[in-house]
């Protein structure tokens, strides 16, 4: 006799943070689009999940603190990035703050 399969089914809170990350990355994709800055198809994917996993879990708030922290340091820490993909993860880390800015989503300081 087989023995059941658990169910796998997200929980709401997985289902909030897939719509929302979902959401942000299509953002800014359009953004960078209009804005001529060239993405790669994975932009926004480590400041969003950076953000949700270990920073504050709020994808619609954006502090600079927020960003120093993403950027600055849980990036760094947890990525080791091949020299010739360096110019993406910079041009991403300049790029996300100006999407955020531009939504008004961003505010100084903590």
Known sequence: MARPTP??????EEEGYEASRSYLKKRFATWGAEQRVELGTDAGE???HY???YVDGHLTRWSCADLDQVYLELHPAKVIVE???LEAVLDEAKAFPRLSRGR???RPGK
């Open 83 to 85: 020299a010739d993909e």
């Open 51 to 53: 953000k949700y996993h």
């Open 104 to 106: 008004g989503s961003a």
């Open 46 to 48: 480590a400041p969003i």
């Open 7 to 12: 169910p796998f089914d997200p929980t709401p």
